[in-house]
């Protein structure tokens, strides 16, 4: 068994080779714990729910060509609701402002009381009418939805809020932690309280912000129909099986309706599969990009230590032979490499860890990322040791068929 003596004397010797691998397995081990948090965080960013039917909805944006009262505008927004309703292929279909993973939207600082001056928390706003739960797919847990009688209307430069709400289970605990929100009111930036009629378990908001989840579930409904120029989103749910053709006949039965509007063509006739792949764009490529560097970096670290190794093996053929000569075995040679490799790694496994937790730390502060989990060091502490073993092990092997012959050339 060699002794670690003769082995940290070798190191010393060769000083700089040393500590140069020693860094790099410090900044690897730094750069892939930290990038495969990023990467397990970004896929459970994909497959968060939105607490919708998502497999049956598609979003329609239609815009108005030519001008229109908000009353004429809203009449025809209920003419557009009434013709869809009535196809075949749609379950129900419900106007809004904007709807999950469209990124933006409209966001509402939140209080308890009119006279609050800090918010309590914000909310995302979306604007629907009585068929809107049904057509979402969400589920009501509590209280009741709303009535015909309750929807409004909205148009530019309209300060209209509206006197009752329906919010997410997620808002409802945290405006009223003791589960008493049914019933209470709420301050959307509003003079006048809005009333919580209704509580629905999941409604994802129409942000999709990586950092800060805290708010991702915190929406809430308003009972309004927003008569703009810009135009309205139509959500519209098919029937099991039939998304297709209600994706093929909605157009066809607004166009019949009144031809002087515009579908948008970039979102204009959407799947809602087709809504989470293009919402999810940035984290799918940050993950595939994590995961590159990663790999490009375990390459890199790898082939270093194995030309070190190999560049080692070569000045110490003489040290080799003389081993040999004395009667060290092939055994003894490749244990003497990658206990030495071994004890390279260790140093920089330690510095490494200390790295990657101060990188973390830095990245807690500035982007509000949570916390390096520890077993994501602990995970890459092992694979640098095993894959530093690895990689020393063929110029260890090389240079146990060093011949004992070696003792007796100069080098």
Same mark, same amino acid.
């Given at each position: 068994?060699? #002794?670690?003596?003769? $082995?940290?004397? +070798?190191?010393?010797?060769?000083?700089? =080779? /040393?500590? &140069?691998?020693?860094?790099?397995?410090?900044?690897?081990?730094?750069?892939?714990?930290?990038?495969?948090?990023?990467?397990? #965080?970004?896929?459970?960013?994909?497959?968060?729910?939105?607490?919708?039917?998502?497999?049956?909805?598609?979003? $329609?944006?239609?815009?108005?060509?030519?001008?229109?009262?908000?009353?004429?505008?809203? @009449?025809?927004?209920?003419? !557009?609701?009434?013709?869809?309703?009535?196809?075949?292929?749609?379950?129900?279909?419900?106007? *809004?402002?904007?709807?999950? &993973?469209?990124?933006?939207?409209?966001?509402?600082?939140?209080?308890?009381?009119?006279?609050?001056?800090?918010?309590?928390?914000?909310?995302?706003?979306?604007?629907?009418?009585?068929?809107?739960?049904?057509? &979402?797919?969400?589920?009501?847990?509590?209280?009741?939805?709303?009535? +015909?009688?309750?929807?409004?209307?909205?148009?530019?430069?309209?300060?209209?809020?509206?006197?009752?709400?329906?919010?997410? %289970? +997620?808002?409802?605990?945290?405006?009223?932690?003791?589960?008493?929100?049914?019933?209470?009111? &709420?301050?959307?930036?509003?003079?006048?309280?809005?009333?919580?009629?209704?509580?629905?378990?999941?409604?994802? %908001?129409?942000?999709? *912000? /990586?950092?800060?989840?805290?708010?991702?579930?915190? *929406?809430?409904?308003?009972?309004?129909? @927003?008569?703009?120029?810009?135009?309205?989103?139509?959500?519209?749910?098919?029937?099991? =099986?039939?998304?297709? @053709?209600a994706m093929r006949e909605v157009p066809?039965?607004?166009?019949?309706?009144?031809?002087?509007?515009?579908?948008?063509?970039?979102?204009? !006739?959407?799947?809602?599969?087709?809504?989470?792949?293009?919402?999810?764009?940035?984290?799918?490529?940050?993950?595939?990009?994590?995961?590159?560097?990663s790999v490009v970096l375990l390459a890199? /670290?790898? +082939?270093?230590?194995?030309?070190?190794? *190999?560049?080692?093996?070569?000045? %110490?053929?003489?040290?080799?032979?003389?081993?040999?000569?004395?009667?060290?075995? %092939?055994?003894?040679?490749?244990?003497?490499?990658?206990?030495?490799?071994?004890?390279?790694?260790?140093?920089?496994?330690?510095?490494?860890?200390?790295?990657?937790?101060?990188?973390?730390?830095?990245?807690?502060?500035?982007?509000?990322?949570?916390?390096?989990?520890?077993?994501?060091?602990? $995970?890459?502490?092992?694979?640098?040791?095993?894959?530093?073993?690895?990689?020393?092990?063929?110029?260890?092997?090389?240079?146990?068929?060093?011949?004992?012959?070696?003792?007796?050339?100069?080098?």
């Amino acid at each position: 068994m060699m #002794q670690i003596k003769p $082995i940290l004397a +070798a190191m010393r010797h060769h000083r700089a =080779g /040393t500590v &140069l691998i020693a860094l790099q397995i410090a900044l690897t081990l730094a750069i892939v714990c930290n990038a495969l948090f990023i990467i397990q #965080q970004r896929m459970a960013h994909l497959s968060e729910p939105t607490g919708i039917d998502e497999a049956n909805l598609f979003v $329609i944006r239609n815009q108005w060509a030519g001008k229109s009262s908000v009353q004429q505008t809203d @009449a025809q927004i209920q003419a !557009d609701l009434v013709a869809m309703r009535q196809l075949p292929a749609v379950r129900d279909a419900s106007p *809004s402002n904007s709807y999950p &993973l469209r990124g933006g939207g409209w966001d509402n600082f939140i209080t308890l009381t009119p006279e609050q001056v800090k918010p309590t928390t914000d909310g995302s706003v979306y604007l629907g009418d009585e068929h809107t739960i049904d057509t &979402l797919g969400v589920k009501l847990v509590a209280g009741r939805n709303f009535r +015909a009688e309750e929807v409004g209307r909205i148009g530019l430069r309209q300060d209209v809020f509206p006197p009752v709400v329906i919010v997410t %289970r +997620a808002l409802a605990d945290r405006l009223y932690p003791d589960g008493s929100a049914l019933g209470k009111p &709420l301050y959307a930036m509003s003079p006048a309280p809005s009333t919580i009629i209704g509580i629905v378990d999941l409604l994802q %908001r129409q942000g999709v *912000s /990586t950092w800060d989840t805290t708010y991702a579930y915190q *929406s809430l409904l308003w009972p309004m129909r @927003a008569a703009v120029p810009q135009g309205v989103f139509y959500i519209v749910r098919a029937k099991p =099986g039939q998304l297709a @053709a209600a994706m093929r006949e909605v157009p066809k039965a607004l166009y019949a309706q009144n031809r002087m509007r515009i579908i948008d063509p970039k979102v204009g !006739d959407l799947s809602f599969a087709q809504v989470r792949e293009r919402a999810y764009d940035s984290d799918r490529g940050m993950a595939i990009l994590m995961g590159i560097i990663s790999v490009v970096l375990l390459a890199i /670290t790898a +082939a270093g230590i194995v030309g070190l190794t *190999s560049f080692w093996v070569g000045q %110490r053929r003489k040290q080799i032979g003389i081993r040999r000569a004395l009667g060290a075995t %092939r055994h003894d040679i490749v244990s003497y490499f990658l206990t030495e490799n071994l004890l390279i790694g260790c140093i920089g496994v330690v510095i490494g860890t200390l790295l990657a937790i101060g990188i973390n730390l830095w990245m807690v502060t500035q982007f509000e990322m949570a916390r390096l989990s520890l077993g994501y060091v602990v $995970i890459g502490v092992i694979v640098l040791l095993l894959l530093g073993q690895a990689s020393v092990l063929t110029p260890a092997m090389r240079a146990s068929r060093v011949s004992p012959v070696e003792a007796t050339r100069s080098v």
